[in-house]
């Protein structure tokens, strides 16, 4: 069973769980965010949660399962989770486009399609008291511990909520350099640091994340296009198919049995 709801206390942040229930066959579904790792090895396999893919939403994660804290970087593709064996849960937090590597302290884009643990970022020092907090307190100690290390840091930089707001409505990268008095280089560099990417694969993928919505509104394919700023329905299979591996009838008929089963 998975779950979620909107951070109280980071904004823009969401907190997601998953726990596996009886014994599952593989899923073909998606589920945004859940990143959880792979089970240790040993772990029971006749019962498990269903093994979900998380698609490209320009956001990173903590995630904790398995007894381990990790980091999903930020996605370009999508991403296979395995299953989690019976009994088992994963817990996180979802950060905005932008705030992970103010929470952090590593740019985006060295985490690109990675998931480390803590401890590989931080050092086993600096990542075990937060490790040993989520462990007895669950969610509300990593949202608190997040919350209070990014507001020492100074929060989310208003720069990236421009960047992230005119790139999903797929405004030229060289307008959004001009908006923000910087050169289409200087913006490049600036967003693979805070996106893990450039200007043009953000924008891709948070149009994604508008084609999603869409789908799951059962709107025709034309409709998404139009919609969602694509130039025909070509232009947005194309698109659906490089970020995700699917068509968008596939992704739309998976997403909608994985709904269902939930």
């Given at each position: 069973?998975?779950?979620?709801?909107?951070?109280?206390?980071?904004?823009?942040?969401?907190?997601?769980?998953?726990?596996?229930?009886?014994?599952?066959?593989?899923?073909?579904?998606?589920?945004p965010?859940a990143?959880?790792?792979?089970?240790?090895?040993?772990?029971?396999?006749?019962?498990?949660?269903p093994?979900?893919d998380?698609?490209?939403d320009?956001?990173m994660?903590?995630?904790?399962?398995?007894?381990?804290?990790?980091?999903?970087?930020?996605d370009?593709?999508?991403?296979?989770s395995?299953?989690?064996?019976?009994?088992?849960?994963?817990?996180?937090?979802r950060?905005?486009?932008?705030?992970a590597p103010?929470?952090?302290?590593?740019?985006?884009?060295?985490?690109r399609?990675?998931r480390p643990?803590l401890?590989?970022v931080?050092?086993?020092?600096a990542?075990r008291?937060?490790?040993?907090?989520?462990?007895?307190?669950?969610?509300?100690?990593?949202?608190?511990?997040?919350?209070?290390?990014?507001?020492?840091r100074?929060?989310?930089?208003?720069?990236?909520?421009v960047?992230?707001?005119?790139?999903?409505?797929?405004?030229?990268a060289?307008?959004?350099?001009?908006?923000?008095?910087?050169?289409?280089?200087?913006?490049?560099?600036?967003?693979?640091?805070?996106?893990?990417?450039?200007?043009?694969?953000l924008?891709?993928?948070?149009?994604?994340?508008?084609v999603?919505?869409?789908?799951?509104?059962?709107?025709a394919?034309a409709d998404?296009?139009?919609r969602?700023?694509?130039?025909d329905?070509?232009?947005?299979?194309?698109?659906v198919?490089?970020?995700?591996?699917?068509?968008?009838?596939?992704?739309?008929?998976?997403?909608?049995?994985?709904a269902?089963s939930?």
């Amino acid at each position: 069973m998975y779950a979620e709801r909107p951070s109280t206390r980071v904004p823009g942040a969401v907190l997601w769980s998953v726990t596996a229930g009886p014994a599952a066959s593989p899923g073909t579904g998606t589920v945004p965010g859940a990143p959880w790792p792979a089970p240790r090895p040993g772990a029971e396999e006749s019962a498990s949660a269903p093994a979900q893919d998380v698609l490209p939403d320009g956001c990173m994660d903590l995630v904790w399962s398995g007894g381990r804290l990790l980091v999903a970087g930020p996605d370009t593709r999508a991403h296979a989770s395995d299953p989690l064996p019976a009994g088992a849960a994963a817990l996180g937090v979802r950060l905005p486009p932008g705030a992970a590597p103010v929470l952090l302290g590593v740019p985006a884009d060295a985490l690109r399609d990675a998931r480390p643990e803590l401890a590989d970022v931080w050092g086993t020092r600096a990542a075990r008291p937060w490790a040993d907090a989520v462990a007895e307190g669950g969610s509300a100690a990593l949202e608190h511990r997040v919350a209070a290390l990014l507001a020492d840091r100074g929060g989310r930089p208003r720069e990236t909520t421009v960047v992230a707001g005119l790139a999903a409505r797929a405004t030229p990268a060289a307008d959004i350099a001009d908006r923000l008095g910087v050169t289409p280089r200087t913006l490049h560099r600036r967003s693979l640091a805070a996106f893990g990417y450039g200007p043009r694969t953000l924008g891709r993928v948070l149009r994604l994340q508008r084609v999603l919505l869409l789908l799951d509104a059962g709107l025709a394919l034309a409709d998404v296009a139009q919609r969602a700023g694509y130039a025909d329905q070509p232009h947005l299979s194309r698109e659906v198919r490089a970020l995700t591996g699917r068509s968008p009838a596939a992704l739309a008929a998976g997403r909608a049995g994985a709904a269902a089963s939930a």
